[in-house]
């Protein structure tokens, strides 16, 4: 390497993933501390190893050119969903869903690897299918490499995970040139599956009485027979598209396409979906009609981040978490003990590591010299930000808790291993923009 080549090299994204990891070490060991001050968790040990082999992958990743991804991309896409196949089959059950392999204590998480290797072969997909990536075809085939691992996702379940899966599928091909109403479609089903699923028990514990409405969505019968109307709607709407070709009857199609598709993944999801996950989403609406179970997680978290004020009580001072009032406080809620430790000022330097980061994959993504390289940044974008935007409100109850860790920061090896592979790849992809070789 010569010494020119140096300078080509993002140290700014470097320095920032190596704050975040100290940032991760020093309260996941705070975390393991009880009230007595004594440490009860050798977490932050493990946590120490899995950063700095996480580094090493990282370095190795910088190493050699990213362009193999693209030669490799579905061989690398074929062993996750492979990896994913064989967790569903022999797992290990970790909090309900079969998510990990290995022995009891010690394994990995392949859905974590899947997200990578899933923007890796969209990324080479889109850049195959450029010239014709507005077809509708060319979308529907897109569309099966992130539901593919979604579905085994679901299946394990984890659905928390799986929704990562959804903003890097539109990230990418927004970038990538595609029709917006093709993105748009996917979002309104979304909303509309969210909102359909979660009204039955929404109106149990929040309405506590049950109308007309409310009954459609809990009754399935009448759910069925709902759906049938909209599908007599769609095809009577598209027979008088093809007959008088008024952009009227097209968007009424449209329509109805979207709501027959929610309210049948809604059925789906009703009968998929634990009780346990749906009412996540319940108490994200309104935590206190459950405070004592579903609720407590958000309630306690919110105690400890709005005890923090601006400088918060001092490192290893912290009572929720010492007191144990948080579950899952060195993964899920992990930003909680930042806040309440070290305030205000303390959590704005996880912001900006993390807005350092992203605006630093913007302008690499600009930079880089192919398509496929770029859309690799806008992928790793979608998925740091979706974790950092969805994790951080989770903790201050203004989002619905998902378990979706805080990459670089929350405990787990499989989860800061592809922290750090993603931020390889965006330093390679810097490294390589004017052709240097190492």
């Not at 085994?152 to 091909?173: E, H, K, M, N, R």
């Not at 004592?292 to 005890?307: E, R």
């Not at 060195?330 to 590591?353: H, P, Q, R, T």
């Not at 496929?372 to 994790?391: D, P, Q, R, T």
Request: net charge positive; charged share 10%; hydrophobic share 55%.
């Amino acid at each position: 390497m010569n010494r020119k080549s140096y300078l080509t090299f993002d140290f700014i994204i470097i320095l920032a993933v190596l704050c975040l990891s100290v940032i991760s070490v020093c309260f996941i060991y705070s975390s393991g501390l009880n009230s007595e001050g004594i440490n009860t968790s050798v977490e932050f040990i493990k946590q120490i190893i899995w950063v700095v082999t996480g580094l090493a992958i990282m370095a190795l990743i910088i190493y050699v050119d990213y362009k193999y991804l693209y030669d490799f991309a579905y061989y690398i896409y074929g062993v996750c969903i492979i990896m994913l196949l064989i967790t569903l089959l022999v797992g290990n059950k970790v909090n309900g869903a079969r998510s990990w392999l290995g022995l009891p204590g010690v394994g990995i998480q392949p859905s974590e690897f899947a997200k990578l290797g899933t923007i890796i072969a969209l990324s080479a997909f889109c850049t195959k299918n450029r010239e014709n990536i507005r077809s509708l075809a060319v979308f529907l085939r897109a569309a099966v490499i992130p539901l593919l691992p979604m579905a085994l996702i679901l299946a394990q379940p984890d659905l928390g995970t799986s929704l990562v899966y959804i903003p890097i599928f539109l990230v990418i091909l927004f970038m990538a040139g595609t029709k917006i109403r093709y993105l748009f479609f996917l979002v309104a089903c979304g909303i509309g599956v969210t909102l359909f699923t979660i009204i039955p028990m929404w109106s149990g514990y929040v309405l506590k009485q049950e109308t007309f409405f409310v009954a459609v969505f809990s009754n399935q019968l009448l759910m069925l027979a709902v759906l049938g109307a909209c599908l007599l709607i769609v095809i009577l709407s598209a027979v008088g598209w093809f007959i008088f070709k008024k952009g009227i009857y097209y968007w009424m199609c449209y329509s109805f396409v979207i709501l027959s598709s929610s309210l049948f993944m809604a059925m789906l999801a009703q009968k998929i979906l634990k009780a346990y996950q749906i009412m996540r989403l319940v108490v994200f609406l309104d935590p206190s009609v459950d405070p004592q179970g579903a609720g407590w997680n958000i309630l306690q978290s919110l105690t400890a981040i709005g005890s923090g004020g601006l400088f918060g009580k001092g490192f290893l001072r912290g009572t929720q978490s010492h007191y144990n009032y948080l579950p899952q406080q060195s993964n899920d809620f992990i930003f909680s003990i930042i806040a309440e430790e070290i305030g205000f000022f303390g959590s704005m330097v996880v912001f900006l590591c993390f807005f350092i980061i992203i605006i630093r994959a913007f302008i690499i993504a600009n930079s880089s010299k192919d398509s496929f390289g770029s859309y690799l940044c806008f992928g790793i974008i979608a998925m740091i930000f979706f974790h950092f935007v969805i994790n951080i409100g989770m903790a201050m109850g203004i989002m619905p808790i998902t378990g979706i860790p805080l990459l670089f920061l929350s405990y787990g090896g499989s989860s800061l291993w592809t922290s750090m592979m993603a931020a390889g790849i965006l330093i390679n992809i810097y490294y390589r923009r004017y052709g240097f070789k190492i």
